[in-house]
């Protein structure tokens, strides 16, 4: 008995070992499923949509355009490609002279990765508003600029590993990127994001580039079908991560999980399970490579999540010895003023 939904098929989902072409997937070609770019040199790619998750491997001398992306884009081994991306996260690993315009929803990490320039957002494309929507994504909550380095005292890596480009008269060559559709009657393109002097987007047909749409794909019964992508359940949007001593431990991990206590320790374990559960949904789907792919990541990201949240119990453990200390009655006056300097030591927000 037919369900009525039809088979995907992963094939239409991902862009492979493909030289000097421009690839394009139009809006409501991917429709929050996962895709994946690898092995492109020289070429072009737009995918005008919101996507699930984005895996960009092996990619040279490219320009990837891609619409808002619900959960992570991971851009690996990547030389010399310019991206523009909306992201619930991004993740860099092994790239290098890559400039990338961006927006993100929690704190980019890099890793690995050299001669990286940050730039503001700047596409505009028909229905990208809408596809901001469909991806949660909340066009005011942007920490694009929050970069967290794990490589950062990794001597063998070229210096700097990143530059980040944010007022105009740093970035003086910054201009919107607007993709038109082919047509008449296509709708102009639009964005939810401000641009980076803070003004509104204004559409000018003469400054757009006019995206080739593809002919129709064709049905084929010899290509494995893709089950829909993981989808996680829906959650009410939390606050922006705030600068603390606690950042760089959550900041691989969904910003939607929260601690029971509302502790910064408790929330960090929360939301690295949240991260975890999700990879391991993910996983079921994927193939023997990615699954070991995944697997790679999960023992590095649970490594560095239990490092990270036990500093975190030592240097709360420490803080309340010392403010246990210092409220101690004492009738030696030195020993109170000593109490009182080490409460102060520990409690000193980080350099």
Known sequence: MSTGKRKLNKADFMFKKRTNEVLVKAPGAVAGQQFMVADLSGCTVYVLDHSAVVTADACSDCTL??????????????????????????????CRDCDIFLFAAS????????????????????????????????????????????????????????????????????????????????PPPDTPIALLDNSAFVYSPDSATVVPLPAPAQDSAQEPALQPAHQPASQPAADPPSASPFTAAVAAAPDSAQGDDGSPVATAAARARAFIANLEASAAEATAAQKAD???QLAAFTAERQARIDAAHTANADAEAALALAQAPSSNSADSWSASLLLALTSAPPS
Do not use: K
């Open 65 to 94: 355009v891609f619409g808002p992306v619900e959960g992570s884009f991971f851009l690996r081994d990547c030389t010399n490609c310019t991206v523009i991306v909306a992201a619930g996260q991004l993740r860099t690993r092994d």
């Open 107 to 186: 704190d980019p990490i890099i890793e690995a990765s050299t001669a990286m320039v940050f730039h503001h957002y700047n596409a505009a494309y028909p229905g990208l508003s809408a596809h901001f929507a469909a991806a949660g994504l909340d066009p005011a909550v942007n920490r694009w600029t929050a970069m967290y380095d794990f490589s950062r005292e990794d001597d063998s890596l070229d210096q700097p590993h990143y530059t980040i480009l944010d007022t105009p008269d740093a970035d003086p060559a910054w201009a919107p990127a607007a993709f038109a559709l082919p047509g008449p009657d296509a």
């Open 294 to 296: 995944a697997a790679d």
